[in-house]
């Protein structure tokens, strides 16, 4: 039972263009949300989080959004850089899963300059 | 601040030997959660420790087992390894990995069973 997925193994986008990676989760009680770029042998690196009590996060080039009653978030990278391919994995929590994060298979996001 | 550390990056071993694999979390984090990452699975849980005490644990077998010492350190073990448990295993750590939570992930050690 996956109880979070990426749909789309792979986005691929122009350099400066707006790259939108979309997670699908299906546990209700999932109320915290991470996305995590990773490189192939390394360990993954923390983007953005949001909570559920929020519908937006922005950091800089990211932005998260979060639509509750969907239980769908995406992640928006604008301007899309190079730099930015690697595989995009989201992730879930919730208060008392102690430790456990629920991941999607990840998403592969290659930018052509 | 130093972030996560994880050793050895390496690692080969043969069927039914075992393993330990070492994390270190960033200073003033309490609690260290491990993953296994696999091209078939994906990155799976296997368990979380705080305060030297284990409060989650995933779905594997009991072959694999952990421990946190009082500095937060950790370490998990692998015994009679298999085939199947070639992958990367990363380790995690977070202030409390209570609701909303960061965690933050090492570099992982890449186990290679022969």
């Known amino acids: 039972d996956q109880q979070v997925k990426q749909n789309s193994p792979s986005l691929s986008v122009q350099e400066g263009r707006i790259s939108i990676l979309n997670c699908d989760y299906t546990?209700?009680?999932?109320?915290?949300f991470l996305w995590y770029k990773k490189y192939p042998a390394e360990g993954p690196t923390f983007l953005i989080s949001?909570?559920?009590?929020?519908d937006k996060n922005e950091d800089g080039r990211f932005t998260v959004f979060l639509n509750k009653s969907a239980k769908h978030l995406s992640l928006h990278i604008v301007p899309s850089q190079p730099g930015d391919s690697a595989v995009y994995f989201c992730a879930a929590s919730f208060g008392t899963s102690y430790g456990k994060l629920t991941f999607g298979q990840g998403t592969i996001l290659t930018v052509h300059p | 601040k130093a972030g996560v550390t994880q050793t050895p990056r390496y690692l080969i071993k043969t069927r039914g030997q075992q393993v330990t694999l070492s994390c270190s979390p960033i200073?003033?984090?309490?609690?260290v959660s491990w993953y296994q990452q696999t091209p078939g699975q994906g990155l799976q849980f296997l368990f979380e420790y705080f305060s030297e005490t284990q409060r989650n644990k995933g779905n594997f077998p009991g072959r694999f087992s952990g421990r946190q010492f009082s500095n937060s350190r950790s370490e998990m073990n692998v015994s009679t390894l298999e085939l199947g448990d070639s992958a990367l295993y990363l380790c995690a750590s977070s202030r409390i990995a209570g609701g909303g939570d960061t965690q933050y992930f090492g570099p992982g050690t890449r186990l290679t069973v022969l």
């Open positions: 200073s003033g984090h309490r609690s």
């Open positions: 546990n209700s009680m999932f109320d915290y």
């Open positions: 949001i909570s559920s009590i929020k």
